[in-house]
């Protein structure tokens, strides 16, 4: 196996998802020499980690896959909203096409990497003592590289199942019958819970927020349909750059308040029936900026959510008519049948903010109330050091030595989503201070991915070693992201988003809220003026 040896490359990649995987191979194409490190066994990235019962991706057909035609030309889904089973096939078709696997070494997990000024080359340790050499650093690692375990008293003496969501084995396990507890309601809980709840476990729910769940609105799709489709592809691919999130539909080009009562009625009704995230990222354009806006959207939403839970004290748990916190500045998640699921008696839900956990004990949790539940399975789906956990976990040091969790401690800085200074020839993508978080995952790997594939044939091109951001550059960026967030209503609320989840860390805006077409025009504009904001040699 060489690539178990050490090793000297153009280009290290780490992580083999969406993101490393396109960089690869446009970078190929471009005559660089590429290798991947990867820390799972497979490709996929999120798809390879995620097999918890459920795990399912929230975009639809077609837009969370590659535009490459030669990869969706002759592949078909067989929903559209598909589960975890056949990203991972989706995968295998992808490395089929390109070719991939031959230059990513699997199993290997970064722990340290500094820029070597001398030589202008990135040194890479890993985990198990190898060092790579290589001129440049890519980071696709994704925002969800990190897991949140809470550290809760007495977890370690829990004798039954228990498993953190994007641990969970691959084999599965067998939850029909069972006691399962699920710990979180973010977009992963919801899933968990609805799914283990229809295979006949019984499920109880600690939330601690309500998610406020749109309808999936799941179909099966056939070959047929998707062929017939197939012409408009090219289209839609240029569509997605094109809209705030990376999806096929955006804000509706109208305040909330400029339809009558009946107008807006029937758009509401219509967003959510057509569901995904429609009622999201579809809604009225002030829905993420007026309060007034977004709470008539909410009420709509606790209306429709309200009337389909009978159980009073669950519907009061799960959709409270006062809003938890505004529509849309926490992901919603995107259900099946959820609240029907959780209305069944066998099923329960507990308030975790009126009754903290307490401790949790050998057969199962304990609340401050008093109260001891047993469960037989317990899966935390309490999220990830997210956005910035990955990048500040895997011991990237600046050309001076300081280590870049130092730097994030007070606050994050970045220029572009992209580069940080200090941190020569490194770029990274779906990370901090990108569309990250707001965006369509493939949408947003292809729109930095194209910029970090340019910006480095450009280098070639002119032969420059070494491009590094200014701080300068960093301090406006940072500032934007600030600015475009400060108008929305997303810094009112606690979330991962803003970095709240996770104790201790700077609350501040993680993500661009400012839409691909802003934020393509503003990358467009570094390139067009000779790589503005970074310092080449
Ligand atoms: P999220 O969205 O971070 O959700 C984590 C959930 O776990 C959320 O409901 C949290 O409640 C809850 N949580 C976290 N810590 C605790 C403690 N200590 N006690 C009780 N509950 C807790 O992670 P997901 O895996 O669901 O989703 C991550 C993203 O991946 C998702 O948005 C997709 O884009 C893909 P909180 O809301 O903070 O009150």
Request: proline residues 5%; contains cysteine.
């Amino acid at each position: 196996d060489s690539y178990k040896d050490n090793l000297e490359t153009d280009v290290l990649i780490v992580g083999a998802g969406f993101g490393g995987i396109y960089l690869m191979h446009k970078l190929r194409q471009q005559g660089f020499n590429c290798k991947i490190y990867e820390a799972g066994k497979d490709l996929g990235g999120i798809w390879h980690w995620n097999c918890y019962p459920g795990a399912r991706v929230d975009s639809q057909v077609p837009v969370y896959e590659y535009s490459f035609p030669e990869i969706w030309k002759d592949w078909t889904w067989s929903t559209r909203y598909p589960g975890w089973e056949e990203l991972r096939e989706y995968f295998d078709h992808v490395e089929k096409k390109l070719d991939i696997k031959k230059d990513v070494a699997f199993e290997t997990t970064v722990t340290g990497a500094q820029f070597d000024k001398p030589s202008g080359k990135w040194v890479i340790e890993t985990e198990d003592g190898r060092t790579a050499r290589a001129k440049y650093l890519l980071l696709a690692t994704g925002f969800a590289a990190k897991r949140h375990f809470p550290d809760w008293k007495g977890v370690n003496d829990y004798k039954g199942i228990i498993h953190h969501s994007s641990f969970w084995p691959e084999e599965g396990v067998d939850v029909k019958g069972k006691r399962i507890a699920v710990i979180g309601t973010g977009s992963t809980g919801i899933q968990l819970a609805q799914d283990t709840a229809n295979q006949g476990a019984k499920v109880t729910v600690f939330q601690r927020t309500p998610n406020l769940c749109l309808p999936m609105q799941q179909k099966p799709l056939t070959r047929e349909e998707q062929e017939e489709a197939k012409a408009k592809y090219p289209s839609l691919y240029e569509l997605r750059r094109t809209t705030f999130g990376g999806f096929l539909y955006d804000f509706v080009q109208k305040n909330t308040f400029d339809d009558t009562e009946e107008e807006r009625e029937a758009s509401y009704e219509r967003m959510y029936e057509n569901g995904g995230f429609e009622f999201w990222l579809a809604n009225y354009k002030d829905l993420l900026y007026d309060k007034k806006a977004n709470r008539a959207a909410y009420d709509f939403w606790a209306k429709k959510t309200r009337a389909r839970i009978t159980d009073p004290r669950k519907r009061e748990i799960l959709a409270p008519l006062e809003p938890p916190h505004a529509f849309g500045t926490k992901r919603p998640s995107l259900e099946q049948n959820f609240y029907e699921m959780m209305d069944k008696p066998e099923n329960g839900v507990v308030d975790v903010k009126k009754t903290p956990i307490k401790e949790f004990t050998e057969t199962g949790i304990t609340t401050e109330d008093g109260t001891r539940r047993e469960f037989d399975i317990i899966a935390l789906a309490t999220g990830f050091d997210s956005v910035t956990g990955g990048m500040n976990n895997m011991g990237l040091r600046n050309v001076d030595g300081t280590p870049l969790s130092e730097l994030w401690k007070s606050g994050t800085w970045s220029y572009l989503g992209m580069s940080c200074a200090g941190f020569p020839n490194m770029f990274f993508l779906y990370g901090a201070q990108g569309p990250t978080a707001f965006s369509n995952g493939p949408t947003c790997v292809e729109v930095q991915g194209d910029w970090i594939v340019e910006a480095m044939t450009q280098l070639k091109k002119d032969d420059i070693q070494y491009c590094d951001a200014t701080k300068e550059a960093m301090e406006i960026w940072r500032q934007k992201v600030t600015e475009l967030s400060d108008k929305t209503l997303f810094p009112g609320t606690s979330s991962w988003y803003m970095g709240a989840n996770i104790p201790g860390k700077p609350r501040e805006q993680l993500n661009y809220a400012g839409g691909f077409p802003l934020y393509e025009k503003e990358c467009r504009e570094s390139l067009d003026n000779g790589l503005q904001g970074f310092v080449t040699a």
